[in-house]
């Protein structure tokens, strides 16, 4: 069988030695066939109409471990952390109407940053599907736009080869999410079941020989090019092959927001985030460049800010594994469809090295004439942040929500390794960190550091019972501003600070919370505390929460106003009264 999804062929490789078992119900097909896709953890919250998949699940735990989360969205958005950090396929179980509405925020999520992700939804009996039954909702219907593709199996024979292929597409080409809903009587329904070993995905690409040799004519009469990556490097496993292509040529490299880790911060071709809170140096070797070569990336409005003005002068080169993205946003000079890792490798061999010795040196120096600047406020964000740095491995994972502190992260952290910084990028979630350091921290089994701000943390803080209860590693930085720091920046920018609704006014004790939760609490007052506190709160065991109380007016920059380019970025506030 085969499928086509973004114009990349995907054939199945069914293995048929196999042992063929007496008849069994559904709902035990559905858990043996996690187990043969290697499935580790399925992160969940039962129901009326999963029951069956649950009780399979309690007679399987020896082979996989069901995590019960406080919210189906926590659970969700704790699959997609640990499909980024392990790399695998995350699964997701929810029971029929709200179980499975909760999970559409999570979806989407994984949707708009190209994350594996498998959810099965229980639904009523077929007999009742569409009569408005007490819990029936379409969730199908719902998910069409945000997955890859989704199921509802009807038939007990099907269900077997229906999860096969959900796994296949979800780490197919550019991964995403799959939804399988199965009403309850096909749960229950008996069925005989062979097991198999997992399909292995070929990728058949169209033939890209004159584009290659487009690309490589492109290449060869560049002087400045400049490279910009995203997500697409990692989930192809290219950071390698993006290293080696970058040094042969000597090729300066930005990356998106997704693309953070791909090449360690400190490699010397590394200059760090374009976009709207890039780097005002890499604007700079943006501007300067004569041409752009973009891998694994899509242009979007974070990045291009005003796509019709972005790098309209330039020769662009487009890599991707999507043919959708190729001239969606911004016009492309040559592209080749294809696999980052292996487009990479064949360029690389058809291209001689090049020394761009002053290039490279003019595009760090732009960089160093703009460093990141901290505030004067007796707590500064990235004082905090570079303590955390400091006193974390180099492989540290990171998780954040949405907000302020997601852009200091991504601007100073600094990241050495790929799938250690997981993050919300497309759809921009907040509460999305809570789970996704939790799905991290199963991925490996090691500290997770989550940061946070006090408006993105109060709409999943349940899940605090979660991490104590599963006594995991995960340490919450709350950089507590008392207002919705990005919205408020905005406001304050370019609505002649109207404060509507972003003065948040909370009297959350957090020292209190962590306790209630059964949880270590701390807090950070003033720079002399951070480093002591980091480092109390980073050898707990267990989950911690640390209280760091930060200025209502910090900003995050520099920044591009939305609609504008990268001419037009403020890297310093203005004077009042000016």
Known sequence: MTFLFHSVTITTILHTKAKVQMKVKGAKIIVDCLIEQGVEYAFGYPGGTILDIFDELYKASDKIMQVLTSHEQGACHAADGYARVSGKVGVVIATSGPGATNLVTGIANAYMDSVPLVAITGNVPVPLLGRDSFQ?????????????????????????DTLREAFLIAKSGRPGPVLVDVPKNVQQELCE?????????????????????????????????????GGGVILSEASKELIAFAEKLQIPVASSMMGLGAIPYIHPLF??????????????????????????????????????????????????????????????????????????????????????????????????????????????????????????????????????????????????????????????????????????????????VMITGDGSFHMNLNEMATAVKYNLPVKIFILNNNVLGMVRQWQNLFYEKRFSSTTLNLHTDYLKLAEAFGAKGFEIHGTKDIEKTVEAALKEKGPVIVNCKICSDAFVLPMVPAGKTMDDMITELPKEGK
Not at 138 to 147: H, N, S
Not at 299 to 327: M, P, W, Y
């Open 136 to 160: 029936e909702v379409d969730i199908a219907g719902i998910t069409m736009p945000i997955t890859k593709h989704n199921y509802i199996v009807k038939d007990v024979t099907q269900l077997a």
């Open 193 to 229: 079941f062979s097991q198999k070993k997992p399909a292995v995905p070929k990728f058949s690409f169209p033939n890209q020989d004159k584009n290659i040799k487009t690309a490589v004519a492109l290449l060869e009469k560049s002087e400045r090019p400049l490279l910009y990556i």
């Open 271 to 448: 200059l760090g985030m374009i976009g709207m809170h890039g780097h005002a140096g890499v604007a700079k070797a943006v501007k300067e460049c004569d041409s752009l070569i973009v891998v694994g990336a899509r242009f979007s409005d974070r990045v291009a800010t005003n796509r019709l003005g972005f790098c309209s002068t330039k020769q662009i080169l487009h890599i991707d594994a999507d043919a959708a993205e190729i001239d969606k946003n911004v016009c492309t000079n040559a592209h080749i469809l294809g696999d980052a890792k292996n487009v990479l490798t064949t360029l690389a061999a058809k291209l001689a090295a090049k020394k761009r010795d002053n290039w490279v040196k003019a595009c760090k120096e732009s960089v160093e004439a703009f460093p990141f600047k901290s505030t004067g406020e007796s707590l500064c964000a990235r004082k905090v942040l570079e303590a955390i740095r400091k006193l974390t491995p180099p492989e540290q994972v990171v998780a954040t929500d949405v907000g302020q502190h997601q852009m200091w992260t991504a601007q100073s952290f600094g990241f050495v390794k790929p799938r250690t910084f997981v993050t919300s990028g497309g759809l921009g979630t907040m509460g999305y960190g809570f789970g996704a350091a939790m799905g991290a921290a199963f991925a490996s089994k090691k500290n997770v």
